[in-house]
């Protein structure tokens, strides 16, 4: 018998109308991190962490985006 379950984990949608893509990245450890930027209040929500090229090319390929077009905050 499992206990756990692994759950398929499925990205949040933003209407691109009021969300713009964006990674921030720490000064001090240089961890990055998608995430949805709001347009109106600059509120972000993270979608998660990037650890490699890998997880920034799953990244833009979930949303659609080139890597080029995101903006980097700190």
Partial sequence: ??????????LPVFPPE?????????ICTGEQTACMRRRDNGQLR???????????????RSYGLRAEDIRTIY
């Fill in 18 to 26: 009021e969300y713009e893509p964006v990674i921030r990245r720490s």
């Fill in 1 to 10: 018998m499992k206990l756990f379950k692994k759950h398929a984990s499925a």
């Fill in 46 to 60: 993270e979608v998660m962490l990037i650890r490699s090229p890998a997880d920034l090319e799953e990244f833009c």
